[in-house]
């Protein structure tokens, strides 16, 4: 039997056309039945079985009536299977009277009462044929009824033109087999077009209207963020404005300059968050899982947070755990401060707690984020994961907020694989949690409590850089050299092939996404990485910066887990970036060579590598990022 809504569809319009001919067949039975008494009557054999038989004959023909009545007043009665047997039966008793009532016209003596009789048999099953040949088991319950006896008897009969009629008769049976058989095709065919055809109407409309809803949330998420940013904007003209007015004195200009560079900030990091969101949508965030223990980053979180929380006399708990989780630190503590920068501003007293617990079922388990503050209301536990939604800002002042701190959070933890829940009542607090994997203490690569810049150092490592701008290329080589790398730049993918065929083997190579000529950092990069493996230079740092979000390009560059650095880059982004990737290029160094030793035999004991390990999250830090 097929899946389910195609059955139930094909049934639906079985029972439909099944009962349609049944009005028709009540008729046609009581004509059946008139002739066969008519053709009998002279001289009724065996006269009480023949009563009983044709009056069995007449009663059925009125059930299937009655039957059919039912179908039309009580459709839900039953299933639509369940119509269509209660139909079959219908058949078998209806069929089955004058089917066998042909043994009455062997028992007369005039001997062209079975001609007659067979000849009405035929008449019905062509009406059977018409009716129901569209379902199996309405039809062969009801076509060896009306044929099979009147096929034995005439075979039983041993005269040559009866033996002949009888061979006709199942030539008969076996044609209106074959027929029904691409009949029954042809109808389930049809029905399966209309259902295809159903389906698409539905589902067009259901995309239609996930498109329109799309349109009318992006309306006011950008109805939303011109209101935002406008804000500070008018502010900053309208205080500009006024440091040219004479009459302003030295200390109202310096409370100007403090009240512009407070507006400026607030710009910069609704910028910067609107621009985090728009990442995360747009598909070029990466995730790269490391092991790592959870109490290290709850401790980043707590001395971030505490401060805050002691100015509003709140204080910060974080339990205690031991747990090594399988996860991304960089995407985790984004969520983390989200959810405990809210706890600390939505609690005025009591505490905010952080902390890990188990779960029975999953290997690892929750995070939790809990605090005694004013809680959200049922009614907003859905809309505050909207942008720009927040329960209780009409004046959408900036120091409470842009309502874009949980869409943010939410994304994060469904790019995470997990999924962000919420248990909260007004003045009784709130609950955040989410899933994190439990992972494996001998995987630990590195401290996150450890400066990443106590990696490789910057000194003496060979960088190419890329970009067709050349006040990039000089600021790149000036910064770099700074930090004590040996840069050589190129303006193009040319241009950096014949810095390698200058013999120079670059330990990093920085690429712009967009160069000139329609060349992309991608089509560079790989025409670079080429060539050093040609040459034997295998696994040479490589980082794409670009100003681009949305390009599915990118978005796959980030699938493959080729590093991306989205402008504006900070030095300090830069340097963390490249010494990461110089430090896990080292690793994998390592590993490799601990690989090879594993597969000669000489030793084991080296970690496992993983497909998240090998690429590095450059683009999974979050934009607003200052220094580091
Ligand atoms: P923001 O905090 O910047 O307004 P969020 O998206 O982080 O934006 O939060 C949206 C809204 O959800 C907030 O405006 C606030 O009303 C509500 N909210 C978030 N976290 C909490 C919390 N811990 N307690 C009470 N309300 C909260």
Redesign the pocket.
């Known amino acids: 039997m097929r899946a389910d809504p195609i059955q139930r569809a094909i049934d639906e319009d079985l029972v439909r056309v099944l009962y349609a001919q049944d009005p028709i067949a009540f008729f046609s039975h009581w004509f059946s039945i008139a002739v066969l008494v008519a053709i009998y009557w002279p001289n009724i054999p065996s006269p009480h079985l023949f009563i009983a038989c044709f009056g069995f004959y007449a009663a059925a023909n009125c059930g299937s009536l009655a039957l059919w009545i039912c179908n039309r007043r009580y459709p839900q009665l039953v299933s639509p299977r369940g119509w269509i047997y209660l139909h079959a039966l219908r058949g078998v008793l209806l069929y089955s009277a004058p089917g066998l009532a042909v043994w009455f016209a062997f028992q007369s003596p005039h001997s062209d009462l079975p001609l007659l009789h067979t000849v009405l048999l035929v008449t019905l099953a062509a009406g059977v044929f018409m009716s129901n040949g569209f379902d199996l088991l309405n039809f062969s319950t009801a076509i060896p009824f009306l044929l099979f006896p009147s096929i034995v008897l005439h075979f039983g009969t041993h005269t040559f033109d009866r033996t002949i009629l009888a061979v006709v008769l199942a030539f008969f049976f076996c044609a209106i087999n074959v027929y029904a058989l691409s009949y029954r095709k042809l109808f389930q065919r049809v029905v399966q077009a209309r259902v295809d055809q159903q389906y698409l109407a539905e589902s067009l409309a259901a995309q239609k209207r996930v498109a329109e809803e799309a349109s009318l949330a992006k309306t006011r998420f950008f109805a939303a963020a011109s209101h935002d940013l406008r804000q500070p904007l008018h502010a900053i003209g309208l205080l500009a404005a006024s440091l040219n007015d004479p009459a302003t004195t030295a200390s109202q200009h310096a409370k100007t300059a403090e009240h512009i560079v407070y507006n400026v900030e607030a710009l910069n990091q609704l910028f910067n968050q609107v621009l985090d969101l728009a990442r995360l949508e747009s598909g070029v965030t990466q995730v790269i899982r490391l092991h790592f223990r959870l109490s290290e980053l709850f401790e980043r979180i707590g001395s971030q947070y505490r401060p805050q929380a002691a100015a509003k006399g709140l204080a910060l708990r974080i339990a205690p755990t031991s747990v090594v989780v399988h996860d991304d630190p960089v995407l985790l503590e984004r969520v983390l401060s989200?959810?405990v920068?809210?706890?600390v501003?939505?609690?005025e007293d009591g505490a905010i707690w952080l902390g890990f617990r188990r779960s029975g079922r999953l290997s690892g388990g929750f995070v939790e984020?809990r605090?005694s503050?004013?809680?959200?209301p049922g009614a907003?536990q859905q809309r505050?994961?909207e942008?720009?939604?927040?329960?209780?800002?009409p004046q959408r002042d900036a120091r409470?907020?842009?309502?874009?701190?949980?869409?943010?959070?939410k994304r994060l933890v469904t790019m995470l694989g997990g999924e962000l829940s919420l248990r909260?009542a007004p003045g009784r607090?709130?609950v955040?949690r989410f899933p994190v994997q439990e992972g494996d203490a001998s995987g630990i690569v590195t401290s996150l409590s450890e400066s990443v810049t106590s990696g490789p150092s910057a000194q003496g490592q060979r960088v190419l850089c890329i970009d067709d701008e050349p006040s990039i290329l000089e600021g790149l080589a000036s910064l770099l050299g700074r930090w004590g790398c040996e840069v050589r730049g190129a303006r193009d993918e040319g241009g950096a092939l014949a810095v390698l065929q200058s013999g120079f083997v670059p330990d990093a190579v920085l690429c712009d996404y967009q160069l000139a000529n329609h060349r992309t950092g991608a089509q560079a990069l790989t025409a670079v990485r080429n060539m050093l493996a040609r040459a034997g230079h295998e696994g040479v740092v490589t980082l794409l910066i670009t100003g681009d979000m949305a390009s599915t390009e990118l978005a796959a560059l980030a699938l493959q887990g080729i590093p991306v650095l989205h402008k504006p880059v900070t030095p300090a982004r830069l340097r963390r970036t490249l010494d990461m990737l110089w430090q896990q290029a080292e690793l994998d160094k390592g590993r490799a060579v601990v690989g090879r030793e594993g597969r000669e035999g000489l030793a084991g004991g080296g970690r496992r590598a993983e497909p998240g390990d090998t690429s590095h999250d450059a683009a999974g830090e979050p934009q607003s990022e200052s220094q580091n």
């Open positions: 989200n959810l920068s809210n706890a501003r939505y609690t984020v605090d503050g004013i809680g959200i907003e505050i994961f942008e720009f939604y927040q329960v209780a800002n409470q907020g842009h309502g874009l701190g949980l869409p943010t959070v909260s607090g709130s955040f």
